[in-house]
């Protein structure tokens, strides 16, 4: 049915379906008053579905289109990204005991910004690439995202109203939308190394989010088991890579 929409209408739509993960997240945890070892339990998976999609889909497509050099100041521009937006956001925030989970909820949504960005941008370039989206890509990225949904939505239900979250997790999707649609256009004639780099910058953006949150996060309530249930999320989200021809 998508196939007889234009290429950049396409991309749109596909950014916004994996995007849409992070609303349907937000969702879940203004509906539901889960325990909080349920939300740990998810973003250990999520954990685990990133990691193996930072590692064999980012930065080897990443590797493949332009090398190590650019891939690697993409992967370590993400990572410096996303540390300078959240320590602006702590700094601005205050570091009292009480807003400890407004600013774990604000470092959800940098972090699904910093990364969101560039994954939405390669689901638009994978349209470029074979005439069709990658599945397999939009996948990973929706089964990521929930977590990062539904963890910040959590942390900030203390200090936001309902209404507050939905709209900005709304914002969020629409801005992934645009970025997949970007992927598509801006992207089409970019440099290798552009391409790569950006690419790139998810990675970085990913890896440094989970150590600094989602990881901690997870273990602070689901100590041991939060590694068995990381490792289940990378075994999917590896065994779907692969299946997918990837």
């Known amino acids: ?31 539901f008053n889960l325990p909080r070892r349920w939300v740990a339990a998810v973003m250990a998976f999520g954990s685990g579905v990133l990691i193996s999609a930072l590692a064999f889909e980012l930065m080897e497509e990443a590797y493949l289109r332009d ?25 601005w925030q205050g570091n009292s005991g009480d807003k400890e989970d407004q600013e774990s909820g604000s470092a959800f949504v940098a972090g699904a910004l910093i990364d969101g960005i560039p994954e939405s941008i390669v689901v638009g370039l994978s349209l470029l690439s ?42 969020v999707t629409l801005l992934l939308g645009l970025a997949s649609l970007l992927g598509y256009t801006a992207f089409d004639h970019a440099p290798a190394s552009v391409v790569a780099a950006t690419t790139a910058v998810a990675a970085g953006g990913i890896l440094a989010m989970l150590v ?18 990381a490792a289940l999320g990378f075994l999917v989200s590896f065994a779907l890579s692969k299946l997918g021809g990837g």
């Open 1 to 31: 049915m998508l196939g007889s929409l234009s290429g950049p209408v396409q991309a749109g739509i596909w950014g916004l379906v994996s995007g849409s993960a992070l609303l349907l997240g937000a969702l879940i945890g203004l509906r």
């Open 67 to 91: 090398g190590l050099t650019s891939t690697s100041l993409g992967f370590l521009g993400g990572a410096v990204l996303y540390t300078a937006a959240t320590t602006l956001l702590e700094r």
């Open 130 to 171: 074979g005439g069709a989206v990658s599945l397999v890509t939009v996948i990973a990225i929706f089964l990521s995202n929930i977590p990062e949904g539904l963890s910040g939505a959590t942390g900030m239900k203390q200090n936001h109203r309902p209404g507050q979250i939905v709209l900005l997790w709304t914002g």
């Open 212 to 229: 600094n949150t989602m990881i901690p996060e997870a273990f602070k309530e689901e100590h041991n088991w939060s590694g068995l249930i």
